[in-house]
């Protein structure tokens, strides 16, 4: 029952009307940033950062997050109207949301893409609330050892489940530890890896590698596919938005597993990518419609997008009650944390509980408001998307260089950002996922000072790791999840030798 | 855009690849450099600085030895990783951007951005001057309206906005 009053608190302190403004100023904001191409959820956040230093925590977290709600909306409208998704998490709601659009479908497949993605995140939310205390109560208990292994879990989850090849997932998560431990060694006060320029003392900022690998690595994509917006009219009137409704309930199974799927992936850092295509893909075998997936049918545009808004909102639980945050963008949103002197994990339940309730309770509200901005105001950013990309992209750039000097107020990060926009380019092109890089370049200190605190406690002894019930279990789950992807193959081979 | 240079030639995807991977090697050698430099023995206080940062090096060495290996198969995917054509596009953003963002800290954000912009949408986009030069004076003022006044972050500044006294 605490909960709930606490959640009621949330709500009071969410209702102030500076909160409100401030989240309806970050949904619209985050609609724009998931629209346009080159800014994406972690690196409009990353660049928007600055901006809260002034506001009250809570304040500032509303405002962020509210841009991340913003951002899994706005990437359905381009997916559906011009094929083009706004966020990789939107890939899976062209397949059948393009050619909704393109029979004239197109008020249908975005009512049905927002509500989606309005309900998954609702699942999610009250996930959150319910679940999220719990988890927190539970690590406040953890020593050293078992943050390692928490941390280890959410690495190799990243390796086992990600769709890209294992040992780039490895070698990118790698080069993220690496770039986070030069600098200043913050148990010894010893300098490494600084190789005697001045520039590395501070080592390498995450919010600076975001806004480059995401950003302009981005934009250069963009610029080699040469890319020309063309794409139809939307309109969605009510009548549109109320036969639509009244046809979802029938997809209530498909919701109701994507949500699952969604949260899953969500909470270990899989993400929105990964869930919104899982999700698709069992849709697609499960439904009695299947065959039709890929041709413009309603429940392909509900699977993914109430897949990646669940997973997208869910990344946000370990964030906040184990300080682990389940995607890039939530990784930054623990960067904001740290700048506005809060430290992330299960402490937060305890010490800042009008922070943790009112973003709680603003999950809530900035999603219903999301859902009535962006239902109300297709017409409108649709035509945004037919600013043509030689205007658009340079003034993205230049928001990203603003975003990059703002960060620690220093010249030499805007040059850091183009060199990190050239790596994420070619990583992109390459092959190599960049969300472990960012992820890893996060939390590389904290792991690396849960990983040594460990070691001293045990006099350097690895058994520490495997010393109790709890911390096993966590490193096996990690083992277990650093080889899935072995282990279904076996478990494929082994079913497909006759009996 | 530009189509006319649209050949379908450029660099092979599997020589980019193995370049990537040879980087990822050498950074990983250099990771591991710096470590043992910094100690990666077991000191009064504990694992010395380097004592971490070693095995991570150690796993880039490897992962990218891996990756290498993968390239160089003779079942790589093969193909191209992207015609001439789109990387001079690639290129005709990343130069000026670079120049861009060493220009920020001499001429300050403001005339750097405007002279970007008008150059991206003039060169690249083809507009006339009156559009180019409301973007390109516009976006900067209301950068500098949204900054310094109402969220009062401070961004770098020139000569010129020292002389307008700014």
Same mark, same amino acid.
């Given at each position: 029952?605490?909960?709930?009053?606490?959640?009621?608190?949330?709500?009071?302190?969410?209702?102030?009307?500076?909160?409100?403004?401030?989240?309806?100023?970050?949904?619209?904001?985050?609609?724009?940033?998931?629209?346009?191409?080159?800014?994406?959820?972690?690196?409009?956040?990353?660049?928007?950062?600055?901006?809260?230093?002034?506001?009250?925590?809570?304040?500032?977290?509303?405002?962020?997050?509210?841009?991340?709600?913003?951002?899994?909306?706005?990437?359905?409208?381009?997916?559906?109207?011009?094929?083009?998704?706004?966020?990789?998490?939107?890939?899976?709601?062209?397949?059948?949301?393009?050619?909704?659009? =393109?029979?004239?479908?197109?008020?249908?497949?975005?009512?049905?893409?927002?509500?989606?993605?309005?309900?998954?995140?609702?699942?999610?939310?009250?996930?959150?609330?319910?679940?999220?205390?719990?988890?927190?109560?539970?690590?406040?208990?953890?020593?050293?050892?078992?943050?390692?292994?928490?941390?280890?879990?959410?690495?190799?989850?990243?390796?086992?489940?990600?769709?890209?090849?294992?040992?780039?997932?490895?070698?990118?998560?790698?080069?993220?530890?690496?770039?986070?431990?030069?600098?200043?060694?913050?148990?010894?006060?010893?300098?490494?890896?600084?190789?005697?320029?001045?520039?590395?003392?501070?080592?390498?900022?995450?919010?600076?590698?975001?806004?480059?690998?995401?950003?302009?690595?981005?934009?250069?994509?963009?610029?080699?596919?040469?890319?020309?917006?063309?794409?139809?009219?939307?309109?969605?009137?009510?009548?549109?938005?109320?036969?639509?409704?009244?046809?979802?309930?029938?997809?209530?199974?498909?919701?109701?597993?994507?949500?699952?799927?969604?949260?899953?992936?969500?909470?270990?850092?899989?993400?929105?990518?990964?869930?919104?295509?899982?999700?698709?893909?069992?849709?697609?075998?499960?439904?009695?419609?299947?065959?039709?997936?890929?041709?413009?049918?309603?429940?392909?545009?509900?699977?993914?997008?109430?897949?990646?808004?669940?997973?997208?909102?869910?990344?946000?639980?370990?964030?906040?009650?184990?300080?682990?945050?389940?995607?890039?963008?939530?990784?930054?949103?623990?960067?904001?944390?740290?700048?506005?002197?809060?430290?992330?994990?299960?402490?937060?339940?305890?010490? =800042?509980?009008?922070?943790?309730?009112?973003?709680?309770?603003?999950?809530?509200?900035?999603?219903?408001?999301?859902?009535?901005?962006?239902?109300?105001?297709?017409?409108?950013?649709?035509?945004?998307?037919?600013?043509?990309?030689?205007?658009?992209?340079?003034?993205?750039?230049?928001?990203?260089?603003?975003?990059?000097?703002?960060?620690?107020?220093?010249?030499?990060?805007?040059?850091?950002?183009?060199?990190?926009?050239?790596?994420?380019?070619?990583?992109?092109?390459?092959?190599?996922?960049?969300?472990?890089?960012?992820?890893?370049?996060?939390?590389?200190?904290?792991?690396?000072?849960?990983?040594?605190?460990?070691?001293?406690?045990? =006099?350097?002894?690895?058994?520490?790791?495997?010393?109790?019930?709890?911390?096993?279990?966590?490193?096996?789950?990690?083992?277990?999840?650093?080889?899935?992807?072995?282990?279904?193959?076996?478990?494929?081979?082994?079913?497909?030798?006759?009996? | 855009?530009?189509?006319?240079?649209?050949?379908?030639?450029?660099?092979?995807?599997?020589?980019?690849?193995?370049?990537?991977?040879?980087?990822?090697?050498?950074?990983?050698?250099?990771?591991?450099?710096?470590?043992?430099?910094?100690?990666?023995?077991?000191?009064?206080?504990?694992?010395?600085?380097?004592?971490?940062?070693?095995?991570?090096?150690?796993?880039?060495?490897?992962?990218?030895?891996?990756?290498?290996?993968?390239?160089?198969?003779?079942?790589?995917?093969?193909?191209?990783?992207?015609?001439?054509?789109?990387?001079?596009?690639?290129?005709?953003?990343?130069?000026?951007?670079?120049?861009?963002?060493?220009?920020?800290?001499?001429?300050?954000?403001?005339?750097?951005?405007?002279?970007?912009?008008?150059?991206?949408?003039?060169?690249?986009?083809?507009?006339?001057?009156?559009?180019?030069?409301?973007?390109?004076?516009?976006?900067?003022?209301?950068?500098?309206?949204?900054?310094?006044?109402?969220?009062?972050?401070?961004?770098?500044?020139?000569?010129?906005?020292?002389?307008?006294?700014?």
């Amino acid at each position: 029952m605490e909960e709930f009053t606490n959640l009621f608190h949330g709500f009071a302190v969410t209702l102030q009307p500076f909160n409100i403004m401030v989240m309806v100023i970050g949904i619209v904001l985050g609609i724009l940033i998931g629209v346009l191409p080159g800014l994406g959820g972690a690196n409009g956040v990353a660049i928007l950062l600055p901006l809260t230093f002034s506001m009250s925590p809570t304040s500032a977290i509303i405002m962020l997050t509210c841009i991340y709600w913003g951002a899994l909306f706005g990437g359905a409208i381009t997916s559906i109207l011009f094929n083009i998704p706004g966020e990789p998490w939107s890939v899976a709601t062209t397949f059948d949301g393009h050619p909704m659009a =393109q029979q004239g479908k197109a008020g249908e497949a975005l009512t049905a893409a927002f509500t989606s993605s309005f309900i998954g995140a609702l699942f999610a939310v009250i996930m959150i609330t319910l679940v999220a205390p719990l988890v927190a109560s539970f690590a406040l208990r953890f020593g050293p050892a078992e943050k390692f292994a928490v941390y280890f879990l959410a690495f190799c989850s990243f390796v086992g489940l990600s769709k890209e090849p294992p040992f780039k997932t490895i070698a990118s998560m790698m080069i993220g530890f690496a770039l986070a431990a030069v600098g200043l060694d913050a148990i010894t006060g010893q300098l490494r890896l600084t190789f005697g320029f001045t520039e590395l003392l501070n080592g390498f900022d995450f919010l600076i590698a975001v806004i480059g690998l995401f950003g302009i690595g981005e934009i250069l994509l963009t610029m080699e596919e040469g890319l020309n917006f063309r794409g139809g009219k939307a309109k969605i009137d009510l009548k549109v938005v109320l036969r639509t409704w009244m046809s979802l309930p029938r997809y209530w199974m498909t919701s109701l597993r994507s949500c699952i799927i969604g949260c899953w992936m969500g909470i270990t850092p899989a993400g929105a990518t990964p869930a919104s295509f899982m999700s698709y893909g069992i849709a697609k075998r499960v439904s009695k419609n299947g065959r039709n997936f890929g041709k413009g049918e309603i429940e392909g545009v509900v699977a993914p997008e109430t897949a990646a808004h669940a997973a997208g909102t869910a990344a946000l639980l370990p964030m906040l009650s184990l300080g682990v945050p389940g995607s890039p963008t939530a990784a930054v949103l623990l960067g904001g944390l740290l700048i506005w002197g809060l430290q992330p994990g299960p402490m937060l339940f305890v010490e =800042q509980k009008e922070f943790v309730w009112g973003l709680i309770a603003s999950m809530y509200l900035g999603n219903l408001v999301g859902l009535i901005i962006v239902l109300t105001c297709v017409p409108v950013l649709a035509a945004i998307l037919r600013i043509p990309f030689s205007i658009i992209a340079p003034i993205i750039l230049v928001l990203c260089a603003i975003g990059a000097y703002t960060v620690n107020n220093n010249v030499f990060d805007v040059i850091m950002m183009m060199v990190f926009g050239v790596l994420g380019y070619v990583m992109k092109k390459c092959n190599y996922p960049l969300a472990p890089l960012v992820l890893a370049l996060v939390l590389g200190k904290m792991a690396e000072e849960s990983f040594r605190q460990s070691l001293l406690s045990s =006099q350097g002894n690895l058994g520490v790791f495997f010393s109790n019930g709890l911390v096993s279990s966590i490193m096996v789950l990690g083992l277990i999840a650093l080889f899935w992807s072995v282990i279904q193959e076996g478990y494929t081979r082994l079913r497909a030798r006759p009996a | 855009m530009n189509t006319q240079e649209s050949s379908n030639s450029g660099p092979s995807h599997k020589v980019v690849e193995i370049g990537v991977a040879l980087a990822v090697v050498v950074f990983g050698l250099i990771v591991l450099l710096g470590s043992i430099s910094a100690g990666i023995g077991w000191g009064s206080e504990g694992p010395r600085a380097g004592f971490f940062p070693f095995y991570i090096g150690l796993s880039i060495v490897i992962s990218g030895a891996v990756n290498l290996w993968n390239a160089m198969r003779p079942d790589a995917p093969g193909g191209i990783f992207a015609e001439w054509g789109q990387l001079r596009q690639v290129l005709l953003v990343v130069i000026p951007a670079t120049i861009y963002a060493v220009a920020v800290g001499y001429i300050g954000i403001y005339v750097s951005s405007a002279i970007f912009i008008a150059w991206f949408m003039r060169w690249l986009g083809k507009y006339g001057w009156p559009t180019v030069a409301s973007v390109a004076i516009g976006m900067p003022l209301i950068v500098y309206f949204v900054f310094e006044k109402w969220f009062l972050v401070a961004l770098p500044k020139g000569p010129i906005e020292q002389w307008l006294n700014l």
